[in-house]
């Protein structure tokens, strides 16, 4: 799967790219992790384990989901997993290497997942962010979501809706 900008493919990501992702998500989570009084080796056993099991809640809870990476040429730079296999569309997660953040890289997919939606006639566009992440927070606001309630008082709801002609 191609986006038409910044020379991006989404292709499907099975288990032989669990290392790949792996990686990704540590270091995009290794900052959080400058001040425990860990060796580094036993940073990257946490963040192992924290992918193994994100990654196992994700495909549990949406078994039907595009589980993708994220790749510019050949290079893995994130991970983008979505659910399409309803009325309610869900964006389950986006995460961008630290060197493919804040270039607008997250407009451009979450903006290629609405218009997905919006092709397919599909009646919202779900995600949950964390309250802790207000800059992802407003990124959603930009691109038309709105706040939908708590979850588990660690994340907002927040869904958009397709305006159609």
Same mark, same amino acid.
Request: hydrophobic share 45%.
């Given at each position: 799967?191609?986006?038409?900008?910044?020379?991006?493919?989404?292709?499907?990501?099975?288990?032989?790219?669990?290392?790949? %992702?792996?990686?990704?998500? =540590? +270091? $995009? #989570?290794?900052?959080?992790?400058?001040?425990?009084? !860990?060796?580094?080796?036993?940073? @990257?056993?946490?963040?192992?384990?924290?992918?193994?099991?994100?990654?196992?809640?994700?495909?549990?809870?949406?078994?039907?989901?595009?589980?993708?990476?994220?790749?510019?040429?050949?290079?893995?730079?994130?991970?983008?997993?979505?659910?399409?296999?309803?009325?309610?569309?869900?964006?389950?997660?986006? %995460?961008?290497?630290?060197? =493919? +953040? $804040? #270039?607008?890289?997250?407009?451009?997919?979450?903006? !290629?997942?609405?218009?997905?939606? @919006?092709?397919?006639?599909?009646?919202?566009?779900?995600?949950?962010?964390?309250?802790?992440?207000?800059?992802?927070?407003?990124?959603?606001?930009?691109?038309?979501?709105?706040?939908?309630?708590?979850?588990?008082?660690?994340?907002?709801?927040?869904?958009?809706?397709?305006?159609?002609?």
């Amino acid at each position: 799967m191609e986006l038409p900008t910044q020379g991006i493919a989404l292709p499907a990501a099975d288990v032989g790219n669990l290392p790949e %992702l792996a990686d990704l998500h =540590a +270091q $995009a #989570r290794i900052a959080e992790l400058l001040f425990a009084p !860990w060796a580094p080796d036993q940073k @990257r056993a946490f963040l192992d384990e924290q992918f193994a099991l994100q990654h196992a809640h994700f495909v549990k809870a949406h078994r039907k989901g595009d589980f993708r990476l994220v790749t510019r040429g050949d290079a893995p730079i994130g991970r983008f997993y979505f659910d399409r296999s309803g009325p309610e569309w869900v964006l389950i997660d986006i %995460l961008l290497a630290p060197g =493919a +953040q $804040a #270039r607008g890289l997250g407009t451009t997919l979450v903006g !290629w997942l609405q218009q997905a939606a @919006r092709d397919a006639n599909a009646d919202r566009l779900r995600l949950s962010v964390a309250y802790n992440n207000p800059r992802a927070q407003a990124l959603y606001r930009r691109l038309g979501f709105e706040d939908a309630g708590d979850v588990a008082g660690t994340h907002l709801s927040m869904l958009w809706r397709p305006i159609r002609p």
